[in-house]
C-alpha cells in the first residue's frame, strides 16, 4: 500500500504552445527551486507524484493537444500512479467552467495570472524577490525572454488577449537585471518574445522604449546576439531599425506575422494596415538593414478570402521573398470578432492553399541559400545528431528556421560555441558547411 504521507513531492511540469508558455513554465520551476520542491520538466522517468500541465489555447490543433495530454494525465491519476492534478495556462484561462466539467478528475484549474495561488496548492510561498531567477529549460546559450504580457491589438481572428489581459511592459531595469543573471549562467543569445514587442513601454513609460531596452540590453557582459520576436507592422517605430543596424550584438532578424496582404482581409481582421503600408514598411526594413532577415507568418483561408484574394497573397509572396515564412490555416475562434463571419473556406481549401504557399517559399529559401554557398557566417551551434553539429546564423531562431549543419566526422565544436563556418553545400533550408577558424 503507498503511504502517501511519507513521499517527498515531485513535480512534473509539462508545457504546451509557445515560447511565452515555455517562459511562465521556466518561471514557475524558478520558485518552486527556491522552495526547495523537486521539480522537472517534461519528465519521462514517470517518477513524479504531482503533475501540472501549462496548457495553450490558441487555435484548434494546440486545443486538441492540450485536452488529450490533460485527458492522459488525468488517466493515470485514475490508475494512481499520481497523486495530484493540475492544470494552468492559456486553455484553463479560457475554458475553466467547461473544463471543470468534462474533465472533474484534475485537482484544481488555474489562469494565466494565478501563480501565487499555484505555488500554494503545491506547497510553496511565492518570493517576489525572485526576480529574474527562473529554471531554464533551453540549452545553455541561449534563453528567452519575455519583455511584456497580454496585447491592446483589436486583431479579429486572435484569442490571446482573451486568455493573456491588457499590455503590460516588463520594466527595463527588471529585465537587464535578468539578462545579468542568465548571462552568468552562459547564456550568449536572448530572444526576445511577447505578444507585441513594438508596444513596448507604451503603458509605463508612455513612449514605444523597444530601442531603448536593446541599448540596454546590449551592455551586459557575456551576451553576443540579442534576437527579436513577434513584432506587430502597424506603428512599428522606426528606431529599432537603427539600433539593429548599428548595434553588432542586436542580430539583423525581425519576427513581424503579417498575416495577409489583401486590403479587404487586412481591414477585415482588423490589422490597421493596408497591402501598400505592408509594402513599403518592408521596403523600409530593407532599404535600412540590407541584409535583415525578415520572418513573417500568414494565415490562409480567413472568411471571405477568395480565389482572388489568395492569388494575390501568392503573387506578394513571390515577390517579397521573405528568408523566413510560415503559414497558419484559419482557425474560426470562440468569442472573437471574426467568428461572427461565416467559416466560408472548407478545410481542404485551407490545407492546400496552406500547401501552395509553402511550396513557393521552399524555392525562394532554396534560391536565398544558394546564394550563400562559398560565404562564410559566424554560426552558434546548439546541438549534436548523429553526424552533425547542428547550429544557427544570426538569421535564424531556434526551432523554426534553417539550420546549419557541420560534419561531425572531420571536426569537433563545443555545443554553445561561435564558429566562422564557410558554407560548401545547401537543400532547401539548411546550410552545410566547414569550420575555417
Keep these: 500500500m503507498r503511504t502517501k504521507s511519507f513521499i517527498k513531492n515531485k513535480i512534473n511540469v509539462i508545457t504546451l504552445g509557445c515560447s511565452k508558455n515555455l517562459y511562465d513554465s521556466e518561471v514557475l520551476m524558478g520558485q518552486l527551486t ?28 494546440a486545443k486538441e493537444e492540450s485536452i488529450n495530454t490533460i485527458l492522459e494525465q488525468s488517466k493515470r491519476k485514475e490508475l494512481n500512479k499520481i497523486d495530484k492534478l493540475y492544470v494552468t495556462g492559456c486553455l484553463s484561462e479560457r475554458y ?30 511565492y518570493k517576489h524577490e525572485l526576480i529574474g531567477e527562473r529554471l531554464t529549460t533551453t540549452p545553455r546559450h541561449y534563453a528567452y525572454l519575455k519583455i511584456s504580457e497580454g496585447c491592446n491589438r483589436p486583431c479579429s481572428f486572435c484569442a490571446i488577449p482573451l486568455m493573456r489581459g491588457k499590455h503590460k511592459s516588463t520594466p527595463i531595469e527588471h529585465l537587464v537585471k535578468e539578462a545579468i543573471i542568465l548571462a552568468k549562467k552562459g547564456v550568449k543569445e536572448l530572444i526576445l518574445i511577447a505578444q507585441d514587442l513594438t508596444f513596448y513601454g507604451l503603458d509605463i513609460y508612455k513612449k514605444r522604449k523597444l530601442a531603448d531596452l536593446l ?6 557582459n557575456g551576451i553576443e546576439w540579442i534576437r527579436l520576436h513577434y513584432a506587430f507592422p502597424t506603428g512599428f517605430p522606426l528606431d529599432v531599425l537603427d539600433v539593429i543596424k548599428n548595434n553588432n550584438k542586436v ?7 503579417l498575416q495577409h496582404i489583401n486590403d479587404n482581409i487586412l481591414k477585415s481582421m482588423k490589422r490597421g494596415t493596408s497591402h501598400n503600408k505592408t509594402v513599403k514598411l518592408l521596403k523600409d526594413f530593407r532599404m535600412k538593414v540590407p541584409d535583415i532577415a525578415i520572418r513573417s507568418t500568414l494565415i490562409v483561408g480567413y472568411p471571405g478570402e477568395t480565389e482572388e484574394c489568395f492569388l494575390e497573397l501568392k503573387k506578394w509572396v513571390r515577390n517579397t521573398k521573405f528568408d523566413r515564412l510560415g503559414v497558419f490555416t484559419y482557425s474560426h475562434e470562440e468569442n472573437t470578432t471574426a467568428y461572427n463571419l ?3 473556406v472548407p478545410e481542404k481549401i485551407k490545407k492546400l492553399r496552406a500547401e501552395e504557399i509553402m511550396d513557393i517559399q521552399s524555392q525562394i529559401s532554396f534560391d536565398l ?7 562564410t557566417f559566424k554560426v552558434l551551434f546548439d546541438r549534436k545528431e548523429g553526424n552533425y553539429f547542428i547550429g544557427r546564423t544570426e538569421f535564424d531562431s531556434p526551432d523554426v528556421d ?10 569537433y565544436i563545443r555545443i554553445g560555441d561561435f564558429k566562422n563556418i564557410k558554407i560548401t553545400k545547401t537543400d532547401h533550408f539548411d546550410l552545410y558547411g566547414e569550420v575555417v577558424d
Design 369 to 375: 541559400n544558394k546564394k550563400k554557398i562559398g560565404q
Design 402 to 411: 534553417n539550420e546549419v549543419l557541420v560534419d561531425a566526422r572531420y571536426n
Design 96 to 125: 475553466k467552467p467547461e473544463l471543470e466539467k468534462e474533465i472533474p478528475n484534475v485537482d484544481q484549474y488555474f489562469g494565466t495570472t494565478d501563480l501565487p495561488n499555484l505555488l500554494k496548492v503545491l506547497g510553496a510561498d
Design 342 to 344: 461565416q467559416d466560408d
Design 251 to 257: 542580430c539583423n532578424y525581425i519576427d513581424i506575422p
Design 215 to 220: 541599448i540596454e540590453l546590449s551592455k551586459v
Design 34 to 61: 527556491a522552495n526547495k520542491i523537486d521539480c522537472e520538466h517534461q519528465s519521462i522517468k514517470n517518477d513524479e507524484n504531482i503533475v501540472v500541465i501549462n496548457t495553450c489555447g490558441f487555435i484548434d490543433n
